[in-house]
């Protein structure tokens, strides 16, 4: 191992099979009357599935105290086996969290390699990041998870030999495990990792900066995974962002210019979607992008007003908000996929499906961003916004402070335009940030 580099490799990835089929798995729950686990299933399916997998069967069992060896009893262990065996799983993955213990338990009584939803989602992670600062914030929450499995995950931790000299059957001490030089060599790398992040963030301070400086207002996408963010923002600025029927098929933020109908600039943020039970690890990770959000002016929030788990999503975005400490924002509850929402209401056959009001939102709008539906009043809720936080600017500029018209073009909203012969005649909106300047010249 060396000194820049540590196996992360839970082992899954490296069998995937290099024909594009998909990996089968078996699907384990312990189901202790905390959750709905048939809906907590059904989303560990479509991480899978994400992650290139296909869930072939599920093995669960109710029980209020968990077996501390293996979680499941001895007789729901021993039904999975035969199940994996059956349908030639290549792994089993476990909805929640195991200890290091707990996975090699499982894997020698399977027989297959086990992972738990972390895992899961750390490899989707690793697979999906693109940028740099992507990459090193998933190989830190992996780092950090893995520290405490060490142990548990570890099939050699023989002893190194020690480093005693002399010849002659001279006695050479017991050196370090295996175990120890793992644990030496992560903790070094979540340092470096750490700083490496520190001076990325600190940049990223630094461009907020240069931003605030422009008045240009930010607008950030938050959202649970797969509510159409992406699609969003494409369908605003044009397409340039990648877009996918699956889950978490956006990490790296991607912050682009888009310009209203009346002209005013902003700066629209794509960010990571959340999910239930993500990851401790994986938010102190990624805490300096999500946190674009508590910088920015207002925050979407987008849902998928069609998926049946709507309200526990929305529940799992502000909870991921206020440990963010993303509070007293502007915030507009965007109500996507209001077309596939319709699809649906006209197949029930018992009662009306409803769209509920989010009654802690400063607004709301449904939209269709697949057909363009709502768009419209989306940026007229955007600019009411925008504009209620401007100073209405009236003032002649003379011929040789030209260039300040297109500033206020640029990071305002130009009402009235009027040549005289003692210069432009202006009346606009603009940022409070802008006004002094612009008024005191």
Known sequence: MSENTIDLDFGTTAQKQQDGEKLPVVLLALD???YDMARSLDELRALADANGMEAVAEVTQKRSTPEAATLLG???????????????AAAAIFDGELTGSQIRNLSAALQVEVLDRTMLILEIFRARATTNEGKLQTELAT?????????????????QGGGG?????????????????????????????????????????????????TGMPVVSLVGYTNVGKSSLMNALCGPSVAEADMLFATLDPTTRSY???????????DTVGFIRKLPHHLIEAFKSTLEEAR????????????????DMQMHVVKETLEELEIVDKTIVTVFNKVDRFRELEAGQNSGVMQIPRDFSSDYQVRISARTGEGLEELQKVLQAIIRSRRILLEKVFPY???????????????????????????KAYVPAELFGKLYSD
């Open 32 to 34: 202790q009357g905390k």
């Open 74 to 88: 001895e007789g729901k262990v021993a039904e999975a086996r035969l199940v994996c065996q059956n349908l030639n």
């Open 143 to 159: 780092l950090k998870y893995r520290m405490p499995r060490l142990q548990g995950l570890g099939e050699a931790l023989s002893r």
């Open 165 to 213: 000299g002399g010849g002659g059957g001279a006695r050479r001490g017991a050196g370090e495990t295996k175990l120890e030089l793992d644990r030496r060599h992560v903790h070094a790398r979540i340092d470096a990792l750490a700083e490496k992040l520190a001076e990325m963030e600190k940049r990223r301070g630094e461009s907020r900066k240069a931003r605030a400086k």
């Open 259 to 269: 310009t209203l109908e009346d002209g005013q600039q902003i700066l629209l943020t």
């Open 295 to 310: 910088y920015s002016d207002i925050v979407l929030h987008v849902v998928d007003c069609s998926n049946p788990q709507m």
């Open 400 to 426: 040789s402070q030209a260039g300040r018209i297109q500033t206020i073009r640029k990071y305002g909203q130009l009402l009235e335009e009027e040549y005289q012969e003692d210069g432009i005649a202006v």
